[in-house]
């Protein structure tokens, strides 16, 4: 299929975790890394679960742990285990469809001279049922006879990352493997289930069921079979698993049972709905996957003409994984930096989700985007806690966060005491989602909790100048990581500003229209008291002005900072903290990503067309674009800027992150800068955006597309949207026929 597929020619040792994360399946309940089926020291096996966080043992800090393997297989040829190399692997090929999100891998392996076999195998994740899982592996001989083993299960023992498992036992019953283990600080019990079966199939295609022997043990179940075949036979397994933990919501699963009945409660637990699954069957349960996924993309695809199959591909691969990693079925999770593929970051969800992947679930998907900022609804307390044990009022949200009673999770509390706009960041996710789905009741039950909370805490943390009567905020880290001890850092002034403005405004909006919402929330946080306050703030707070060349200072002294030569940094040759560590680099002319940038995106209707092409000119060449959230940001500002060229190079620096042979993803892929090619697309090139309230569409295509046409939610109703580079046309699919839209 064409711009469908994620493709891997040719065996590379070097590269098997690169591959492993941007091939990842999952479904948002669970992430499963895209391991061979063999074993390799460099792979990094992983089966991540969203929400079950556990405290690690070597960081002062909780992660999420890496859940019993199912992928694995052993297979021995003639006593020769299946190990690939240059040598002995010809005309190898992996691949990920984005389409119906199955992996595929097929190879001819030769382990001695007289023997080749033809293995081929394919894996998915249902996005139907999201505890299933399912594999199919065949083994063709090709030349000779050979005699085979092969084992697949549950592998539970020692696997890679900190450990956090304590292993209750294996068990296995009228074919049915399972494998329990309990999580040591948070003590979440997961159970894993499979059930599995194999055949010989000769050349005539007549097939021969063989039975599998089941050994459990302590760490793992495992099953397995002998076979010699002669030239042309084949041997096929098939095997679906359940994952389920006791954190689940849909599942009736407790500790306190486990404890108690032990294997009976296990087996009588899953027993019943494994025997649906094999009933039903491998194909049956992949159809059912599959059919899912063809309905996604017929909702969400963004389609491309033109000369851009590499772009057409990539948004597509940012689609498939903001799917995959997006814990949306349970409103006390949210995405973490790396998604569920991989544990860089721990799986701690950052500012990322509300600035730079949100977008994409607001237009897409309004219901999964409400999901994921109940997730800061319920993490409310945390919050208040962090602003109280940090000398402040009302909730200050944590740099990191993992679940929604953990509180601060970041191991650095440098980070986490300065990079304070994540606080305004959620709030201004609220105001976005509101004003692009007007869901007022998210409003009156988790959003107006939200903006006076934070707001309060702006309040108690701005610092006063009587001598100027005005506030300031000091000594912050904005979003550009390089540039610390900030005053005045015009992307946190100008977004508290409107934290302040919202909580305002929508104090007074409930006192008028909702009464007894008002009154509940008056009680609890004594508005009354607080307006005034937010009043004065609002009206007092430094907001950073555009200079005599109409560029708009990062901070009070960014401008004056001392300059280098940037040129090797900029192209990759060199880490600029290597040459100038840490303080230096902090006190230098340089930024790590986008900041004014980002504030231009957000409130881009409080500035000039001529203050932003001045101030993307200025800081661009300053920015080593050293994170993956920079190049999707100064991307789209390019767009709005008419620099087509610039706008289009950017894009593809952001679209190469992961799609390329950078080793950066080896820990997972990138989850914001997938957000953010979604929003160059869409929001960049296509020109759609939430200006002021109103929705604008003014197209900026690169020269190679011709048509880009997407589906969009707008305030109640579906919108086809059709744009070229002169045109824009707008069908109402479902919902109210009227929309106004601003196309110049």
């Known amino acids: 299929m064409k711009n469908w597929v994620v493709r891997e020619s040719g065996f590379q040792k070097n590269y098997v975790r690169k591959y492993e994360s941007i091939m990842c399946q999952g479904n948002g309940y669970m992430g499963v890394r895209a391991a061979t089926e ?56 992996r691949s990920l469809n984005l389409y119906n999100g199955l992996l595929q891998r097929r190879f001819v392996w030769e382990p001695q001279k007289g023997l080749r076999l033809g293995f081929y195998s394919e894996r998915f994740v249902s996005l139907k049922e999201r505890h299933v899982l399912g594999q199919r592996v065949t083994i063709k001989v090709l030349e000779g006879n050979a005699a085979l083993e092969l084992q697949s299960g549950i592998l ?3 696997r890679y990352g900190d450990p956090h498992f304590t292993a209750m036992q294996g068990y296995a019953q009228d074919g049915i493997m399972q494998y329990a283990e309990i999580t040591h600080e948070s003590e979440i019990t997961f159970v894993t289930s499979a059930v599995a079966k194999a055949w010989i199939k000769n050349g005539d295609g007549k097939e021969t069921v063989i039975e599998m022997a089941i050994q459990p043990e302590k760490e ?12 042309g036979q084949e041997l096929c397994l098939e095997k679906l698993c359940r994952v389920a933990t006791t954190r689940d919501k849909d599942i009736e699963l407790e500790n306190e049972n486990i ?4 294997r009976d409660v296990l087996l009588r637990y899953e027993k019943e709905e494994m025997q649906k699954l094999w009933e039903r069957g491998y194909e049956k349960t992949w159809e059912g996957s599959k059919e899912a996924w063809k309905k996604l993309w017929e909702e969400k695809d963004v389609k491309i003409s033109g000369d851009a199959d590499y772009d057409q591909l990539a948004v597509r691969f940012a689609i498939y994984h903001l799917t995959v990693m997006a814990p949306v079925h349970d409103n006390r999770m949210n995405i973490g930096a790396k998604g569920l593929s991989g544990k860089g970051y721990f799986g701690h969800t950052f500012w990322d989700t509300e600035i730079y992947m949100l977008p994409y679930f607001v237009w897409e998907d309004p219901k999964s985007a409400r999901s994921l900022l109940e997730y800061r609804f319920l993490s409310l307390d945390s919050a208040r806690k962090k602003a109280q044990e940090s000398g402040y009022e009302g909730a200050m949200y944590p740099w990191e966060a993992a679940w929604i009673t953990d509180g601060d999770t970041c191991p650095k509390p440098h980070f986490t005491q300065y990079e304070l706009h994540v606080t305004a960041d959620v ?26 909370e ?24 904005g979003p550009d990581e390089f540039t610390h001890e900030a005053d005045n850092n015009a992307y946190t002034n100008y977004l508290t500003h409107l934290n302040l403005k919202l909580a305002i405004e929508w104090k007074e909006r409930l006192e008028k229209e909702f009464p007894e919402d008002y009154a509940r929330l008056n009680q609890k946080l004594d508005l009354e008291s607080r307006v005034s306050d937010w009043v004065d703030r609002r009206d007092k707070l430094v907001l950073p002005k555009a200079n005599e060349d109409n560029i708009l200072p990062q901070d009070d002294t960014y401008l004056t900072l001392p300059e280098i030569d940037l040129s090797i940094y900029r192209r990759g040759e060199k880490k600029l903290r290597v040459d100038y560590p840490y303080p230096t680099y902090t ?23 001529e203050v932003k092409r001045a101030s993307l000119a200025y800081y661009e060449p300053y920015c080593v674009h050293e994170s993956s959230l920079s190049l999707c940001a100064y991307s789209m500002l390019a767009a709005d800027c008419g620099e087509k060229a610039k706008a289009y190079e950017l894009f593809v620096g952001a679209r190469d992150i992961d799609l390329s042979l950078k080793k950066d993803s080896d820990h997972g892929i990138h989850a914001a800068s997938l957000g953010g090619i979604w929003q160059c697309c869409v929001l960049g090139f296509a020109g759609v955006r939430m200006c002021g309230g109103k929705l604008r569409i003014i197209p900026n295509l690169p020269d190679n597309w011709d048509q880009v046409t997407f589906r969009l939610w707008w305030r109640g109703s579906w919108l086809e949207v059709t744009v070229t580079k002169d045109d824009v046309d707008v069908k109402v699919l479902q919902g109210p026929k009227h929309v106004e839209i601003i196309t110049k």
């Open 259 to 262: 404890s108690k009945y032990g």
């Open 156 to 158: 539970g023992g020692k």
């Open 454 to 477: 934070t707001a309060q805490f702006w309040k108690s943390r701005l610092e006063y100048r009587p001598e100027k009567d005005i506030y300031e905020i000091c000594n912050v880290i």
């Open 427 to 452: 709030a201004y996710g609220v105001y976005y989602y509101y004003e692009i789905t007007h869901d007022v009741d998210f409003m009156r039950k988790c959003g107006c909790e939200i903006i006076f």
């Open 220 to 231: 793992q179940v495992m099953s397995s079979c002998q076979v010699t075949l002669e030239e």
């Open 587 to 609: 006190r230098l002319k340089v930024s790590k990503q986008a900041d004014v940038m980002n504030l231009f995106l957000l409130l881009e209707e409080l500035f000039t067309d």
């Open 38 to 93: 063999e074993k390799y020291e460099r792979s990094v096996r992983y089966t991540l679960v969203a929400g079950t966080f556990d405290q690690m043992e070597s960081e002062n800090t909780t992660e999420l742990p890496n859940a019993a393997d199912t992928t694995a297989v052993f297979l021995k040829a003639d006593g020769i285990p299946l190990e690939l190399t240059q040598e002995n692997v010809k005309d190898y090929e």
